[in-house]
């Protein structure tokens, strides 16, 4: 490998890490934070993407769809707290998988009777849809960029939240000790709804924006699932930053394993997974 | 534990008990000759397919298929009604062998049909070997189903994947390409499809320089993209499908390959993707079995009949559903409808010229269609037929002993 393509392929790695982050950032909440294990964490970046090409296809714009989108899926998160994963909280583990892997075939069998089982594509906008020339060969596209710029947005914002404003801190404390934060009359429970909305909207988000550069199939939510259990596992539970460098170096090892050792790709990720845990087995920043 | 009170059996009692269930499943054993004897009844057909899941879609147009010759026929094959028997094989190989079961024990249907995943097919035709039931499939392209599996019961109307690979080769020579990388998913189907290829690419003089591939169903293209502009072949041939085929169509057309480095592959590429692939996909060649445009009298009729039933356009996968209840009405009227006649019905339908919207087609020593393989071109949301690249293109049949 000459060092042009190297740099093409760190770019790569990068570009390919900050949009797993985006799927991983939701997740990180949802399962770091409010410790639920969501299986259905993929079904809401499907939804996402599926809710982008209906609605481009009705306004004609990936802009207003995200307009119209994002308070949708709120309200979707919003909604399935309320009537499903609130009575779960204190429940273990395995009565959570049940119900979030039952809620992944609902979805999908509910995107087939709306919108069948068609494979579809959202165009690029088109203020976005220039590519920049990175060889006489290869081209980088734009919207691509944009996506890595609205991660590393996206990572300060939720850092923000977190670590730097009262409600974070509130839901730090409630992740630390729940009944604690009660006593001192919080409303927990408000706070939950509220955090677990936004963990839907951040993956429906993620589908959304990643709708034009990975078209909208059936079941496309289920391979970024198991890399955003991977990230957030690696990264460590409930660490946003550690979710953004996990997200970074599983980009890295799936783009080098892919090149340097093709026939043995789709082990990389995982081998890095076991080396991170051996090395750091609350992963790497613990909370 | 009132009611059961435990002892020591004696080694006696249990030669007797064994020999009890043994008269019983010998007795079973017989009952699917005796329902196979009684002629006056349906004939029943077996219709294992997806009906949910990613290839939901192709399991309804094979069905839809399938049915509508059936309708055309006046509701029978061989001159006896038909009844239905219906598992959705969900595409899931480890259900396969059950759900084939359910089919061939319970329901003892006559004729087992499906399926589209190869995985599913190959555990369908393992059962159908052992049970000897007549099986057709009407999709799953695996080359083993008409190679190492093949056998007098078991026949195909689809393709295998060498052929629509292979017919891809010498068109890519003619095209002055002569370096080629090859890309695709890292399993089965990927593998025959690119070995095919690079047979036929090589056999012209070509040569496959390198061959990637990526875990399935990875969809995450773009280090391969960067290889491929470094290493600026002359062409590049893949294989994908479904969703993955309309995100590598427009990652290699975002990244500006399509303007130096041609992009072919099967049919399976633009075959219900283009919508999805937008301008990328405009202008991609790929071969198949079937194309848009055709202008035989066949296809003009069959496609307003499936538009006039289903309210849909037809695609591949019908083609191929009308096609199996096509083969086996020329197996079954030959033995007027009486399914005991195996090898009589076997002959016919091995004998049989099938008359396709594809396209007419015999079929070979291991059952598998001898067909044109032609050359489209995507146009709009239509795979447009460019000419016929290989006449009468027989599968080789590698591994079969028949």
Redesign the interface.
């Known amino acids: 490998m000459?060092f042009?393509?190297f740099l093409?392929?760190t770019l790569?790695?990068v570009?390919?890490g900050l949009l797993l982050f985006l799927v991983a950032s939701g997740l990180t909440l949802i399962f770091g934070i409010m410790g639920v294990i969501n299986l259905a964490h993929g079904s809401f970046y499907m939804i996402g993407a599926y809710l982008a090409f209906a609605l481009v296809a009705q306004t004609g714009n990936l802009f207003t769809a995200l307009l119209l989108g994002i308070p949708l899926a709120a309200l979707l998160g919003a909604l399935l707290e309320w009537a499903l994963f609130r009575h779960l909280y204190k429940r273990n583990h395995l009565e959570q998988v049940l119900l979030t892997y039952g809620l992944i075939l609902v979805f999908?069998?509910l995107r087939?009777l709306a919108l069948?089982?068609?494979?579809?594509?959202v165009?690029?906008p088109a203020i976005f849809s220039a590519?920049i020339?990175l060889?006489?060969?290869?081209?980088?596209?734009v919207?691509?960029l944009v996506i890595s710029a609205v991660c590393v947005l996206l990572a300060i914002g939720l850092y923000i939240l977190i670590h730097r404003t009262r409600i974070g801190m509130m839901i730090r404390a409630g992740n630390h000790d729940r009944d604690m934060v009660e006593a001192l009359g919080i409303d927990i429970n408000r706070i939950y709804l509220v955090v677990f909305a936004l963990g839907v909207t951040l993956a429906a988000f993620a589908g959304m924006i990643a709708a034009p550069?990975?078209?909208?199939?059936?079941?496309?939510g289920n391979?970024v699932l198991i890399l955003s259990f991977v990230i957030v596992v690696i990264g460590g539970i409930g660490s946003v930053w550690g979710a953004l460098v996990a997200a970074l170096v599983i980009g890295f090892a799936?783009?080098?394993g892919?090149?340097l050792v093709?026939?043995y790709?789709?082990l990389a990720v995982y081998l890095v997974m076991a080396a991170v845990l051996l090395w750091r087995p609350e992963g790497i920043f613990k909370s | 534990m009132n009611s059961y009170s435990p002892k020591i059996t004696s080694p006696g009692s249990i030669w007797t008990r064994t020999a009890t269930v043994a008269t019983a499943l010998a007795c079973a054993a017989l009952l699917p000759l005796g329902n196979a004897q009684a002629q006056s009844g349906k004939i029943k057909i077996g219709l294992m397919l997806p009906y949910?899941?990613?290839?939901?879609?192709l399991g309804n147009a094979v069905t839809n298929g399938f049915k509508l010759y059936v309708e055309e026929s006046g509701g029978k094959l061989g001159g006896r009604d038909i009844e239905y028997f219906v598992v959705d094989d969900e595409s899931d190989p480890a259900k396969a062998t059950e759900n084939t079961n359910k089919l061939v024990k319970r329901d003892q249907v006559d004729v087992l049909v499906g399926t589209v995943h190869s995985g599913v097919a190959m555990g369908m035709a393992k059962v159908a070997r052992e049970n000897n039931t007549l099986f057709v499939v009407p999709n799953a392209g695996a080359d083993e189903l008409t190679g190492p599996l093949c056998a007098p019961n078991i026949f195909r109307t689809s393709f295998s994947n060498w052929q629509s690979a292979y017919a891809m080769g010498p068109v890519v020579y003619e095209k002055r390409a002569r370096k080629v990388v090859t890309l695709t998913w890292?399993y089965a189907a990927g593998k025959q499809m690119t070995d095919a290829f690079a047979e036929a690419f090589e056999k012209a003089g070509g040569k496959v320089v390198k061959e990637?591939?990526?875990?399935f169903?990875?969809?995450?293209f773009?280090?391969?993209?960067?290889?491929i502009?470094?290493l600026?072949p002359d062409a590049v041939f893949v294989f994908f499908a479904?969703?993955g085929?309309?995100?590598f169509v427009?990652?290699y057309g975002?990244?500006?390959?399509r303007a130096?480095?041609p992009l072919y592959a099967p049919g399976f590429l633009t075959d219900?993707?283009l919508?999805?692939?937008?301008d990328a996909g405009q202008g991609l060649l790929t071969t198949l079995h079937y194309a848009d445009g055709l202008t035989n009298a066949k296809d003009q009729a069959f496609r307003a009949g499936y538009a006039k039933a289903y309210k849909a356009a037809p695609d591949v996968y019908a083609v191929q559903g009308y096609d199996a209840a096509q083969l086996l009405a020329t197996g079954l009227s030959a033995v007027k409808g009486d399914v005991s006649k195996r090898a009589e019905l076997v002959k016919a339908m091995e004998a049989a010229r099938i008359d396709s919207p594809r396209g007419a087609f015999t079929l070979s020593k291991a059952h598998n269609p001898v067909q044109d393989i032609y050359l489209r071109k995507a146009e709009g949301k239509e795979n447009k037929v460019v000419s016929v690249v290989s006449k009468a293109l027989a599968d080789p049949a590698r591994g079969c002993k028949m």
Do not use: C, W
Not at chain 1, 116 to 121: A, E, F, I, Q
Not at chain 2, 275 to 278: D, I, L, Q, Y
């Open positions: 000459d042009v393509s093409i392929q790569n790695a570009q390919y999908e069998e087939s069948g089982d068609d494979v579809h594509g165009a690029v590519s020339k060889s006489d060969t290869l081209s980088y596209p919207y691509r550069v990975s078209s909208v199939f059936p079941g496309m391979q799936d783009t080098f892919k090149v093709p026939d790709a789709g | 949910t899941g990613t290839y939901a879609a890292k990637m591939t990526l875990p169903p990875n969809v995450e773009q280090p391969f993209l960067t290889e502009a470094a600026k479904g969703g085929a309309a995100k427009k990652d975002a990244a500006g390959l130096s480095i219900g993707t919508e999805a692939m937008g």
